[in-house]
C-alpha cells in the first residue's frame, strides 16, 4: 500500500474522528496525521506519501475549511506531480441546513488532487443519503465518505466502516 498520510482540517471534531477512524483502521501513525492548522507546512509534504487521505469540513457556499484556501492555491498555481498517488476523500455536512451545497468541499477537494495526477479512491454509493446538490457528487457516486453529524449521526459509524472496507479493497 505504501506510505500513507492523513491531512485534514477540522472546526466541530467530526472531521478529526474520521481521520483517528482511519488512522486506525491502517495503522497511521500520529506524526502522517497532518491537521493543516498545526502540522501543515507546504505542499512538498504531499509528495512524501503513496496515498492520501484527504478531509474537510464544508463551509458557506460549499467550501473546504478555511485551512485548505492557501494549499489548494498553491496546488493550483504549481500543480506538482501526483502522478499515481491513490487519494481518498472525507468530510463532514449539513444534509438538511446546507443541502444545495452538501459535502461539495469534498467535490472542489477532488478537482483539484485529481488534477494533478493523483487517483481517487473510495467513492460511496448515493443513495443512502438525501441532499439537493453536491459538487462531491461525481458520476452519480459521492468522491469520498461524507458525514452529516447534525441530521443522521446515528448512520455515521456504519458509513465510517463502509468506506474503509472500500479504500482498503482500492489500495
Known sequence: MGKMGIFY???????????E???????????????????????DQFEEYDVL???SSTWGQGDPHFEWVDPLLELDE????????K???????????????????????YNTFTKCGAVPVGFMPK????????????????????????????????RIEQWLDIVEKAL
Open 53 to 55: 487521505f484527504i478531509g
Open 78 to 85: 504549481e500543480t506538482p506531480d501526483l502522478d499515481g498517488k
Open 21 to 43: 477512524a482511519i488512522a486506525e483502521k491502517f495503522e497511521i501513525d500520529e506524526e502522517d496525521m497532518i491537521f493543516m492548522e498545526e502540522d501543515f507546512d507546504d505542499i
Open 127 to 158: 443513495e443512502e443519503y438525501s441532499y439537493e446538490f453536491s459538487l462531491a457528487e461525481i458520476d452519480g457516486k459521492l468522491c469520498g465518505l461524507c458525514v452529516d453529524n447534525h441530521n443522521e449521526e446515528d448512520k455515521t459509524p456504519k
Open 9 to 19: 482540517a477540522s472546526a466541530g471534531g467530526n472531521t478529526t474522528a474520521i481521520a
Open 87 to 109: 487519494v481518498a476523500f472525507f468530510g463532514a455536512g449539513d444534509s438538511d441546513k446546507h443541502g444545495e451545497h452538501f459535502c461539495s468541499a469534498l467535490g472542489k477537494l
